[in-house]
Structures are given as C-alpha cells and as structure tokens.
C-alpha cells in the first residue's frame, strides 16, 4: 500500500533551520506531485508548498516565500522542505501529500498523506 513517512521534525529557536524528508513508497513517485501542509492547534490545515512532477514547478505559500524551500530526488522516492528563518508561528504539525499526476498546485485533491511531523519553533 501507498506510505508517505515525514520526519526531520523536531524543537529549534526562532531563526534556525529544519529540514523534512518525506520517503514515499507503494507508488510510482515520479508519476505524483507533491505537497507540504501543515496544521496548528486549533486552526486549519494550510498548504506550505507544493511541487510537480519534475522539479521545474514550485509553488509555495506567501507565508514562507523566499524561507521555505520544495524540492524532490525522483532516484529516493523523497520530497524535501528545508525551512529557513523559521518563526513561532511555524509551529505546527507538517504533512506531506501526493497528487497523482498533479501539478504541485494547492488548488488540487491530493490523494495520499502521511501521518505528520511536529515543528515547533520556540521564540
């Protein structure tokens, strides 16, 4: 069966840096676009960034413009976020997802998600 399995998550000062792999498995990778989402407590669920099927087309949230950084290694079946700059208000629990040949678009359905990793960002 299809497996999304974040990690990287973890507890940094305001300012430092975090990097999240999500390893997918049980599907062929290269077919899916990407996303990271996250969701604070007691708020929605957001789109962070998304990326399509190659890696020419990125999409990210005005939040985390010129911060956070998508990007996938199609040969590891693995989407990368590397956060920069990160902010209390980052905290939060960060998903990742797939879109069947999708686009990276947080307009779209994603089909698959993983259980989530917890960011939290002390100030």
């Known amino acids: 069966q299809v497996q999304l399995v974040e990690s990287g998550g973890g507890l940094v000062q305001a300012g430092g840096s975090l990097r999240l792999s999500c390893a997918a498995s049980g599907l062929s990778f290269s077919l899916y676009a990407m996303g990271w989402f996250r969701q604070a407590p007691g708020k929605e669920r957001e789109f962070v960034a998304g990326i399509g099927r190659s890696t020419s087309s990125t999409y990210y949230a005005e939040s985390v413009k010129g911060r956070f950084t998508i990007s996938r290694d199609n040969a590891k079946n693995t989407v990368y976020l590397q956060m920069n700059s990160l902010k209390p208000e980052d905290t939060a629990v960060y998903y990742c997802?797939?879109?069947?040949?999708?686009?990276?678009?947080?307009?779209?359905?994603?089909?698959?998600w993983g259980q989530g990793t917890q960011v939290t960002v002390s100030s």
């Open positions: 997802a797939a879109d069947f040949y999708g686009t990276g678009s947080r307009y779209r359905t994603y089909n698959y």
